[in-house]
């Protein structure tokens, strides 16, 4: 299993089709009539591999309302104003990590702000005998670092 983390950060990142794909944080419930148009996965897939535009166009409509709604719905960003998440939108970068690969070690200086956007992670640290003590586990809009 993967682990897309967003990082905050002055540079732009690259994204995964797999979030696309990923399982929905959200329901969608008509509340009038709605007619919409639907594009298959099977042919977002095809599309992606023979028109890479199309895949980064996506990918960039999908990361910025993904991460727009991570920072309106965590707590720590929810109190921001929506001209302050816009400006912290444009600085995150995303990066995807396998399941136990480490993010950050305790001892070391951070090197950012980061928010999960799909996944897990758990938080631990050392007791004094040297055994790892769960403290966390992090989820979608959890914040670290």
Request: glycine share 8%.
């Amino acid at each position: 299993m993967t682990v897309p983390l967003t990082v905050l950060s002055s540079s732009s990142g690259r994204w995964r089709v797999r979030w696309i794909f990923s399982g929905r944080s959200a329901t969608v419930t008509a509340t009038e009539p709605v007619e919409y148009f639907e594009l298959s996965r099977a042919d977002v897939a095809a599309l992606t591999q023979t028109q890479p535009k199309v895949m980064q166009e996506l990918a960039a409509y999908c990361r910025g309302r993904l991460l727009m709604n991570l920072l309106r719905t965590s707590p720590v960003f929810s109190h921001f104003d929506e001209a302050t998440r816009m400006s912290l939108l444009q600085r995150f970068r995303t990066t995807t990590i396998q399941a136990g690969d480490q993010v950050i070690a305790a001892g070391q200086q951070g090197e950012g702000l980061y928010v999960i956007a799909t996944g897990k992670a758990q938080v631990q640290a050392r007791d004094p005998s040297g055994k790892a003590v769960l403290l966390a586990t992090l989820g979608p809009g959890d914040v670290f670092g």
